[in-house]
């Protein structure tokens, strides 16, 4: 019977587009890859910005362009043709690399509040502290575990049974809806998320907020109101988007899948941090960076050169 219930669930179906979301989605996904390309155009090709702040700002742009890739895409599909399915497998690998890149960017932002922390609160130290291959080591590190810690949620969720009921209550395929649709037990797969995602996210962070306390701390002593301003006002927007996608990730994943929530605000919430805070992200990390804005600039202006030529 089990194996009946497994192998009888080959498609998943996603809910349709409310009306007044479907205009918007094509537009924030063209944004976000725009604003993300454009910055790690910027950095590549800008000899200036090859240091170790901007070498974690080319990784959180490119998570940023893959993460809402792995969904949009198949959602735009599914609108213009309406079907929406999606086959067993495609709603796994679907889930997989969301979860991922969304674990991979949790990561990335703690590493990158720490190397601000060292930056701010220990420059003299800072080259010798963060040198180019503790870069590597720290992008190589975040990617690992992100994934990694993917698979182990894919293979548990997938490994539920599925019976004849197989409309997922989102979008895209995320580990809560899917978990809701299984026939069995769901214990272990929601304990598993709870405990093990519970402490790796609130770890990272808690790491993050502990580099910012500090780097706040730091930026009080600074004499210059107009200094302390512009930093107060760059560390603060970082700290906004950072509880933004942090906040809705703890809602959606830390906490028991069977308890009483709405569906409508759940799905709201996936889309804050799947695609509304990568087009958010470049805005805010570098798209307000002085350095970074003439980068982009200089491109612009190059490739308008090149075409009139």
């Known amino acids: 019977l089990d194996s009946y219930k497994k192998t009888n669930c080959s498609f998943f179906y996603m809910l349709a587009f409310l009306t007044y979301i479907k205009f918007y989605i094509p537009i924030i996904y063209q944004v976000t890859l725009v604003g993300n390309g454009a910055i790690l155009l910027a950095i590549g090709t800008e000899k200036k910005l090859h240091t170790p702040m901007y070498y974690f700002l080319a990784n959180l742009a490119l998570l940023d362009i893959f993460c809402p890739s792995t969904t949009v895409p198949k959602m735009l599909e599914n609108l213009l043709t309406e079907n929406h399915s999606i086959s067993f497998v495609g709603c796994a690998l679907q889930l997989y690399f969301l979860v991922a890149l969304v674990g991979t960017e949790v990561f990335l932002l703690s590493v990158m ?4 922390y060292v930056a701010i609160c220990f420059p003299l130290r800072y080259t ?4 180019k291959v503790r870069c590597v080591q720290l992008t190589v590190g975040t990617w690992t575990a992100g994934f990694l810690n993917s698979l182990l949620h894919t293979v548990s969720t997938f490994c539920l049974s599925f019976c004849k009921y197989n409309l997922v209550n989102q979008y895209y395929c995320d580990i809560p809806p899917v978990v809701a649709l299984s026939c069995s037990s769901t ?24 580099s910012y306390f500090y780097i ?21 927007s970082h700290l906004l988007v950072i509880c933004l996608f942090g906040g809705t990730m703890i809602f959606t994943y830390v906490r028991p ?13 996936s889309m804050l941090y799947g695609i509304v805070t990568p087009m958010l992200n470049p805005m805010i990390y570098s798209l307000r ?3 970074v804005k003439g980068a982009v600039r200089r491109v612009l202006c190059h490739r308008t050169y090149l075409l009139q030529v």
């Open 113 to 116: 509040a720490y190397d601000r």
């Open 128 to 131: 010798l502290i963060i040198t």
């Open 187 to 210: 214990y272990v797969a929601e304990m598993l998320i709870l405990v093990e995602a519970g402490i790796l996210g609130i770890s990272a962070f808690l790491v993050t907020f502990i």
């Open 216 to 236: 706040i701390s730091t930026v009080l002593k600074i004499q210059s109101m107009k200094g302390k301003c512009k930093a107060f006002s760059t560390y603060a």
């Open 257 to 269: 899948y069977s308890s009483q929530h709405s569906p409508g605000i759940d799905r709201l919430i």
């Open 289 to 291: 960076n002085t350095e």
